[in-house]
C-alpha cells in the first residue's frame, strides 16, 4: 500500500508540472510583445521581421531559434544571426551583414557582386552602387552563398586580403577598378591613378599608404599615371603618363 502511495504522490507531481508547463506555454504572459532589430543597414527590418515568422500570439519560450536564424540568412547578406530572450516578451535580433565590395563580369552585361571574402552575394545587370570591378579574375564555378571556386587559392587569398583592407580603409567605394590578372602585381585604380601593390606583401602598409597620398592630394585620382608599390621603400616611385 505505501508504495502505490508513493506511486500515486510521484504521478500528482508529474501531472501538476507537466500543466504548469502547459499553462506556461499558452499564456499570454508569455508572447512576443516586442522585437528589436540591431545592426541591419542594408537588410531592411521588414524584410528580416518578415523572415522571423512570428506573430503577437507566439510564445517566446517555444521560439525555435535555428529554423528562425536559417530562414534569416536566406537573404545572403545575412552573415550571422544572435538571438536574446528578455522575459517575459521582449525579443533582441542583432545581425551582422556582409558587405559587397566587388563586381566580377560572370557574362557579358552580367556581374557578380562579392562581399569581402569572395563569396558570391548575388548577380547584377549593372553597377547599382560604387564599388570596383575585379578584372583578370580567372574562377571556374560560382554559386550563391558561397565563396567563388578559383583554381589557385593562394592567389585568390591574397587578393582576397586587399579587398579586405580596402574595406576596412573605407577605401572600396573610390576605387573603379583592380586588375588582378597577375596576381604577383595587383593593380588598384582610383580613376586614372594606378597604384601597382605587388602581392600580399607588406599590404596593409601599402594601403595606408594609398589612402595616406589620396588624402594629402584629394586630385591624385585624377592625374594620370601610376605609382609602382611592388617593394616597400620610404618613398615609392611616381610616374606621370601623357
Same mark, same amino acid.
Given at each position: 500500500?505505501?508504495?502505490?502511495?508513493?506511486?500515486?504522490?510521484?504521478?500528482?507531481?508529474?501531472?501538476?508540472?507537466?500543466? $504548469?508547463?502547459?499553462?506556461?506555454?499558452?499564456?499570454? =504572459?508569455? &508572447?512576443?510583445? @516586442?522585437?528589436?532589430?540591431? +545592426?541591419?543597414?542594408?537588410?531592411?527590418? %521588414?524584410?528580416?521581421?518578415?523572415?522571423?515568422?512570428?506573430?503577437?500570439?507566439?510564445?517566446?519560450?517555444? =521560439?525555435?531559434?535555428?529554423? /528562425?536564424?536559417?530562414?534569416?540568412?536566406?537573404?545572403?547578406? !545575412?552573415?550571422?544571426?544572435?538571438?536574446?530572450?528578455?522575459?517575459?516578451?521582449?525579443?533582441?535580433?542583432?545581425?551582422?551583414?556582409?558587405?559587397?565590395?566587388?563586381?566580377?563580369? *560572370?557574362?557579358?552585361?552580367? =556581374?557578380?557582386?562579392?562581399?569581402?571574402?569572395?563569396?558570391?552575394?548575388?548577380?547584377?545587370?549593372? =553597377?547599382?552602387?560604387?564599388?570596383?570591378?575585379? @578584372? +583578370?579574375?580567372? &574562377?571556374?564555378?560560382?554559386? $550563391?552563398?558561397?565563396?567563388?571556386?578559383?583554381?589557385?587559392?593562394?592567389? &585568390?587569398?591574397?587578393?582576397? *586580403?586587399?579587398?579586405?583592407?580596402?574595406?576596412? *580603409?573605407?577605401?572600396?567605394?573610390? !576605387?573603379? *577598378?583592380?586588375?588582378?590578372? #597577375?596576381?604577383?602585381?595587383?593593380?588598384?585604380?582610383?580613376?586614372?591613378?594606378? &597604384?601597382?601593390?605587388?602581392?600580399?606583401?607588406? /599590404?596593409?602598409?601599402?594601403?595606408?599608404? !594609398?589612402? %595616406?597620398?589620396?588624402?594629402?592630394?584629394?586630385?591624385? +585620382?585624377?592625374?594620370?599615371?601610376?605609382? #609602382?608599390?611592388?617593394?616597400?621603400? %620610404?618613398?615609392?616611385?611616381?610616374? $606621370?603618363?601623357?
Amino acid at each position: 500500500m505505501k508504495l502505490r502511495g508513493k506511486k500515486f504522490k510521484a504521478a500528482i507531481v508529474v501531472g501538476t508540472f507537466v500543466l $504548469l508547463i502547459i499553462l506556461v506555454l499558452i499564456s499570454p =504572459f508569455f &508572447f512576443v510583445q @516586442e522585437i528589436i532589430v540591431i +545592426g541591419n543597414v542594408r537588410v531592411s527590418q %521588414a524584410d528580416i521581421l518578415n523572415r522571423l515568422d512570428l506573430s503577437n500570439t507566439s510564445n517566446i519560450l517555444m =521560439f525555435n531559434t535555428r529554423y /528562425a536564424r536559417r530562414r534569416i540568412m536566406g537573404n545572403l547578406y !545575412i552573415g550571422e544571426v544572435i538571438f536574446r530572450r528578455d522575459l517575459p516578451g521582449r525579443l533582441y535580433v542583432t545581425v551582422r551583414e556582409r558587405r559587397p565590395s566587388a563586381y566580377v563580369e *560572370h557574362m557579358p552585361g552580367s =556581374f557578380l557582386v562579392l562581399d569581402d571574402f569572395g563569396r558570391v552575394l548575388e548577380i547584377r545587370q549593372s =553597377f547599382s552602387e560604387p564599388l570596383p570591378l575585379l @578584372e +583578370g579574375l580567372r &574562377f571556374t564555378s560560382w554559386q $550563391l552563398g558561397e565563396i567563388l571556386e578559383v583554381p589557385n587559392a593562394t592567389d &585568390f587569398s591574397a587578393i582576397v *586580403h586587399y579587398t579586405q583592407l580596402l574595406v576596412t *580603409h573605407d577605401l572600396i567605394h573610390r !576605387i573603379t *577598378h583592380i586588375n588582378v590578372a #597577375d596576381p604577383s602585381n595587383i593593380r588598384i585604380l582610383v580613376n586614372y591613378m594606378e &597604384f601597382h601593390v605587388g602581392c600580399a606583401a607588406d /599590404a596593409d602598409y601599402k594601403v595606408r599608404t !594609398i589612402v %595616406a597620398m589620396l588624402e594629402q592630394s584629394p586630385y591624385a +585620382g585624377n592625374i594620370r599615371g601610376f605609382v #609602382d608599390m611592388r617593394e616597400r621603400r %620610404a618613398e615609392y616611385f611616381f610616374v $606621370l603618363l601623357q
